[in-house]
Nanobody
Framework: QVQLLESGGGLVETGGSLRLTCEAS????????MAWFRRGPGKVREFVAT????????AYASSVKGRFTISRDNTKNTVYLQMNSLNAEDTAIYYC?????????????????????WGQGTQVTVAS
């Protein structure tokens, strides 16, 4: 079974940076892509960023655009989320997700249902 493992979460001060890592056990998502979602206190899980495996096309939630960057390493089956200018609203459990189905360029996957596999999450806490 495909496994996703997140790491890199922790405690950071407002304005600081963190880089999250998600390692996939194989290349199952090569036709689709991988993404980051998050669930903050008292909130539902929301889309953060996604990357198409082929070509590296990316999309971001408006709340993180310009501050977060998603990237991939094809040789390691790994995606990263570089988070800069963090604020209290970024405090959440961050989840890695993988999409096995083909991602056509016109349909950017931003919904939970677009993804087939999920990691267990890594906690990011931003001190206010």
């Amino acid at each position: 079974q495909v496994q996703l493992l997140e790491s890199g979460g922790g405690l950071v001060e407002t304005g600081g940076s963190l880089r999250l890592t998600c390692e996939a056990s194989d290349r199952t998502f090569s036709r689709g892509g991988m993404a980051w979602f998050r669930r903050g206190p008292g909130k539902v899980r929301e889309f953060v960023a996604t990357i198409r495996w082929s070509g590296g096309n990316t999309a971001y939630a408006s709340s993180v655009k310009g501050r977060f960057t998603i990237s991939r390493d094809n040789t390691k089956n790994t995606v990263y989320l570089q988070m800069n200018s963090l604020n209290a609203e970024d405090t959440a459990i961050y989840y890695c997700a993988g999409k096995t189905r083909y991602w056509i360029l016109s349909n950017v996957p931003t919904k939970e249902d677009d993804y087939d596999y999920w990691g267990q999450g890594t906690q990011v806490t931003v001190a206010s």
